[in-house]
């Protein structure tokens, strides 16, 4: 079958130890999954996390050794960083159980969840959705997928995000409300998962701004680090 003009291919991940590559899907994301950061963003941190989306294409690729550009977006004069444990989905399906969750998981990235921080907050007020903050361009810088296999122990690793060489971000994935598996099997429940997905799975306490020319540096122990100078 012809298409009336050519699609745009995919968002891609490198693959540690791999030449393929992984294609993106789509991004899912876990809001308020660690109890200090919801408390920091206004709630008890008693409250259930939730999910939102971002574009396939909203992926920045930071391969590992590199510094990668991160495009200062428009609209906005507070953008906010949140460091993030990255889940790719290399099985999909529909009401995983917890049990079975770790069986369609490819492997594990470290990811930036990018805010327009000011633009949700007048949104929030409005009672209107906050696509806008979350899902602009270049909003979800990821670096390269380590296979699953290489890391079994990522339900308890040490989370990480400094700006200019100074922590601003520190926690331990186990301190996630609803663990990796947890969050499969959510998911799973309201969308089918299909291979390519990727799952940011919250932020530990610490989100705060950056500026042009600032410099990022992400990790989580035993995944490939980021490193983001904002453009």
Avoid at 86 to 105: S, T
Avoid at 171 to 188: K, W
Wanted: hydrophobic letters at 45%.
């Amino acid at each position: 079958m012809s298409t009336v003009f050519e699609p745009v291919a995919p968002a891609t991940v490198p693959v540690l130890g791999q030449t393929a590559v992984f294609p993106v899907h789509r991004i899912y994301c876990v809001g308020r999954n660690y109890a200090a950061h919801a408390k920091e963003m206004g709630g008890t941190g008693r409250e259930a996390p939730f999910f939102f989306m971002k574009p396939g294409d909203a992926a920045l690729v930071a391969p590992p050794g590199t510094t990668t550009a991160l495009p200062y977006p428009p609209l906005t004069h507070d953008l906010h960083h949140e460091i993030e444990l990255v889940v790719a989905i290399g099985v999909g399906g529909r009401n995983i159980a917890v049990a079975d969750a770790h069986q369609h998981i490819f492997g594990y990235a470290v990811g930036l969840d990018m805010t327009r921080r000011d633009l949700q907050a007048d949104l929030k007020k409005q009672g209107r959705p906050w696509c806008i903050a979350k899902g602009f361009d270049h909003s979800a810088p990821i670096g390269a997928i380590t296979p699953a296999a290489l890391v079994p122990n990522m339900g308890k690793a040490a989370i990480c995000l400094q700006v200019n060489g100074t922590v601003r971000q520190s926690g331990r994935t186990d301190q996630m409300i609803c663990n990796i598996a947890e969050t499969i099997a959510q998911l799973s429940a309201a969308w089918a998962l299909q291979p390519g997905d990727l799952i940011y799975t919250g932020t530990p306490e610490g989100v705060s701004a950056v500026v042009r020319g600032d410099v990022l540096h992400g990790s989580i122990e035993g995944l490939q680090d980021i490193t983001l100078r904002v453009a």
